[in-house]
Structure formats: C-alpha cells, structure tokens
C-alpha cells in the first residue's frame, strides 16, 4: 500500500512538471527601463514603477501598459496604491542622499512630490492603512508614521534586538492594528518586524541569511 502511493506521487509531480496548468505570458510594456516594483488595488487596476522615473499603469489586468509622467528622472524604489484613486510612491537621488515622497489623488494622472526632511536616512519602503495613516521604513530599521496623509511624520519605536536596524523594504497590514515589515542585508541576515498597536512599536526577529524584499496579505476571493 505504501509504494501504491508513493508511485501516486511521483506519476503526479511528473505530470505536473510536464503539464503544468498554470504559466506566464509575457506582456508589451511602453518602456524599456528596469521596472522594480509593481502593485494592484484589484485584479484590473494596477501600477509599476521603476528606473528613471518610471512608472506604466495597466487598467485591464495587465493586458495593455501606458505610461505615467511622475515629474521626477530618478529611481523610484517603491510604489503603492490604496484604492484606485490614491497612490505613493518612494525616490532616491542616490548622488544628494535624498528621498522624494511623490503622491497621486486621480489614479497616477498627475504626480506631486515633496523631499523628506532627513537627508541623512534612506527611506525604501511606503504603506497607507487608510487615507491618512502611513509608514515609511528606511535604513537603520527606521519606522515612521503620518496620521495627517503625510504632512509631518513621527518615529515609532523599534527594538534594540541585533537585527532591528537592519534595511526596512516593505510593509504589509492585516488591519489598522496588526502590521508587519520585511528586510535585512545581503550575506548578514532577513528580518521581519511586528507591530501589534497601530504602528507605535516593533519588535525585529530574524529569519533567513538574506534579505526579504516583499511581503504581502493574503486574501481569498471568490
């Protein structure tokens, strides 16, 4: 009975190697530029963003891409989209050490942007719960957060534990309440960060040998 299954188990995982029943069909895009991140608010409207400025959106699943105009001609390393409506997204002019916070309140038709104050910290990662609660996570396992849709930012407070001040990439909220962040650095460790009280503190644990880029909630659509 047990080699029974076991040749179950083998003949499914060879005809599911040979016949897979999902696969990926590469899509025309209107740019050439290395594109880094990319989001969806549904399973029609998404956006990404990437090199020199660039970001496409696609209002049909990703069957067709146009271009946006963000008003900026460096890299833009993180993008996100509340609804279809509101969106964020992070730039680092990596020759200035600066960070520029852009914003869009009519899909990605126009772009505004501001610089964040600190010069001295590299912000990679942005997340809006709501309208006007977010966060941004930077180098140094920094974490601030905006309950005024960003006009000033506050520090939240992050465990002194070896790994906390490791690179912050992204975020990723179960609810107002419950968020997570995920990083680290090459060769020296992934980290993962918790916050259970809206965002005001966050505890590091380390999980991996490598950086964790993404992280994201899972949900299930009928």
């Given at each position: 009975m047990k080699i029974f299954f076991i040749c179950i188990f083998y003949t499914l995982i060879l005809f599911t190697d040979l016949f897979p029943q999902e696969y990926w069909i590469r899509q025309p895009s209107p740019t050439f530029s290395w594109?880094?991140?990319?989001?969806?608010?549904?399973?029609?409207y998404g956006w990404a963003a990437g090199d020199s400025g660039v970001i496409i959106h696609t209002s049909n699943g990703g069957q067709t891409w146009?271009?946006?105009?963000?008003?900026?001609?460096?890299?833009?390393?993180?993008?996100?989209?509340?609804?279809?409506?509101?969106?964020?997204a992070i730039a680092n002019n990596y020759l200035n050490q600066g960070t520029a916070i852009l914003k869009t309140s009519n899909g990605g038709n126009n772009w505004s942007y501001s610089l964040f104050t600190d010069t001295t910290t590299l912000i990679q990662a942005i997340y809006f719960v709501d309208s006007?609660?977010?966060?941004?996570?930077?180098?140094?396992?920094?974490?601030?957060?905006?309950?005024?849709?960003?006009?000033?930012?506050?520090?939240?407070?992050?465990?002194?534990?070896?790994?906390?001040?490791?690179?912050i990439y992204r975020f990723s909220f179960y609810n107002s309440q419950f968020g997570f962040a995920v990083g680290g650095t090459y060769d020296a460790g992934g980290v993962v960060w918790r916050s259970t009280d809206f965002g005001s503190h966050w505890q590091s644990q380390y999980v991996c040998p490598e950086p964790l880029f993404d992280i994201m909630k899972w949900e299930r659509r009928l």
């Open positions: 594109l880094k991140r990319c989001t969806f608010t549904d399973t029609t146009i271009t946006q105009h963000s008003g900026i001609d460096y890299f833009i390393t993180n993008i996100f989209f509340l609804n279809r409506r509101l969106g964020w006007l609660t977010g966060y941004l996570g930077g180098q140094y396992g920094t974490v601030l957060k905006t309950t005024n849709a960003g006009l000033n930012w506050t520090r939240c407070r992050v465990d002194s534990g070896a790994y906390s001040q490791r690179m």
